[in-house]
């Protein structure tokens, strides 16, 4: 797929402001060009007439004012990351003013899962695309880098921040062009990811370490470029062929581009704008040489910024930028310069092409095989079949369908026996076999895939027969979601039975060492799936289970295999997770209690029930022979001879009513019980690594010894609720972890050493 061909895509992004310099900034409906109408200093600006303001027109693929993360998402990134699985590269750059929106855009808020930005939305449209095209096996790395001062610095460093001692320019990395691969920055690590959470998590500890850096120096963010690279591989699972197609998608949060006399910075600062502003003019400088066609060079190497992105910018690769922008008047020089920037960018050419490779050990592998079938072929030529030519070409489509047919009726008993007639004849028959077998096989497991999905919807609408049947009563309704887990419960040994373990390698490689082919490969489809399974079966908020067990991740134990998550979770619950544990086992016990009480007044209740039921046809007997005997009235009430029964069930009256009315408010606490039962559960699956987090959420104690009252719920602290969608829960997930990482740094007195910038 090529998402942008011709020139490199531009779009602007307009800050949200109440101050929206009207009249100044127009943003024409055609929702794509942005007229400028500003009076400039005369001085400066010789073609304006002083007191005149000058006007500008640009038109772009697109003006984004007002509009989600979502929508500009879908708009600006999406297309490119879909690009990235059919081969083709990637890049999108936010350029603009400091403060302008450019981290907003690239990474987004890392506290709100709605307002996160292209990085984890990419991350999770690449996993879901993984799992869609099952017929490919991905490998996905990534690469986290920053450029302070002229510096290239690892926000992944594979050395632990804690034992980083080796010597800064030990640890430097440098930009290097390799035949046949470009550009490649020697030493910056890149890091398989199997999954969606652990490449959240990564994103987190990158931008933790960006952060803990500005701590170091007292920079701000945007004062450094960052790099965040994802690198592809996808070879088809059922072709197979020596060709692979890669590509690398590179997000890229530019430094604020404002000018050095704007900002009035000095010492650290000013040397901070030096090198940004050195690099940024080179970027543009960089930009108009590749907007010409006649200029032979392109100054990619002036600066560590354009030689990194030597690959990324135009080219083969699908290139856009995101010209960040504030509404406001105040603002409108430095605007200005991000829409000229912006326009320069866009009459930059692009010709997207698939990155294609050829598996060199593959290729050989192939070609050894082909030589060992020519001599077989050779050798049954000269014995067996000497006066017969024989072919020794592949077989056509031709004959292949030839043999098909010959087999069909073989297997249908029409055809007696199929002779022999060369050695890739033979093979061909065999691989007919095969396919034939296979498709048998699909029909069986497809039948009683059926069958069986019929025998689960009996199962269920019997459940719900039953419980329908024994209506009203609390015993059914016990004895209803009793019945409803422990079939959720035996779904569930299934699902457990047929996992296998994810077994990770969570070893990083660099870019400097090894061909494609030595790369740890990864059957990421796969994997994914295990581990969507696992996660949806533990976090499932919505599945109650049976009254006496725990709510536990099972999955089996490997032997030298690093602790199961049962084990880390039943370490979990003893530890960290005690507080919560011993709540819900305490909640549970109460809900068992309050259960057994709805039992015992059921019972109660269809006791007085009766009791009615035999009293009131005991009276209407009773009236029945009275009016036999022609008896219809009695003079006063003392002489009503059924006063004693009328009395006993007026009695009972009041005692059902009672009942009913207690009955009713035990089934309230039952259901608020299940309430905290159901939220202590999730905290505790979701909380499991989550120490943190999990720390903030106040549960309320147990209502053991206290009356419930109907408004209850509302009196709880409200913990708050994990994310529905599986993907808000991995990022959710990751950040709490980056957040007890950080936490454990701060308490270490961690600071990230920073590389010395070279002299210049
Ligand atoms: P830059 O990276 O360009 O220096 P930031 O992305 O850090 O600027 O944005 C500065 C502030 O403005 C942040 O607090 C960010 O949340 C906010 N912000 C920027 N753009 C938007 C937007 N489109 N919607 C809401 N808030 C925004
Ligand atoms: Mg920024």
Redesign the pocket.
Known sequence: MKAHSGNVGVFV?I??TAHFAQGLVECLPDGQTVNIYHRRDSKKTQDSIKGRPSSWSFRLEGVLQDVSQEEVYDRVCHPLVQGAFDGYNGTVMCF??????????MTG?TKSYKQRGFIPRALQQVFQEIERRTDFSFSVQLSFMEIYNETLLDLLSPVSPLQDSAPPSARGLVVMEEPGRGVVIKGLSLHPVFSEEDALDLMFEADMNRVTGSHALNRN??RSHCIFSLHIESRSRTLSEAKYVTSKLSLV?LA?SERLGKTGSEGQMLKESTYINKSLSFLEQTILALADRRREHVPFRHTKLTHALKNSLGGNCNTVLVA?VYGEAEHLDETLCTMHFARRMKNVKIQPAVNEHMDPALQVKKLQKELVTLKEEMSIHNTLLKNQSVEHEPLSEAQLAEISTEVQSYLDGTLMEISVKSIRQVEAVFAQFKLAVQKQEQKDVMCSTCSSMKKDHGAVTSDVKESDGRGGTEEAEAGGSVASDSHKQTRRANTTATKTKKSKDKHSTTQGDGSPSSKKRCETSSRKQNTSQTSEKELDPQEPEAQNQEAQPVEPAQPESPPTKSECFEDFKVGPGSKISSILKENKAVLLERRSLVRQLTEEINAVKGEIDHVMSTLLQHKQMRAARGVYEYPSEDEEPDADLLLQLSKLKTLYRLRHVALHDVKAEVNYCEHLVHQCRVRLVSGQFCLLHMNSFEFTAPMKGRKLQSDDTEQQPQAELPPDAPSAQFFHNARCRTQKRRDVRAHSGYKRLLQTPPAT
């Open positions: 992004r800050r949200p603009g003013q400091t403060g302008a929106g450019k981290t907003y855009t808020s963010s945007s949060d604020g960040n």
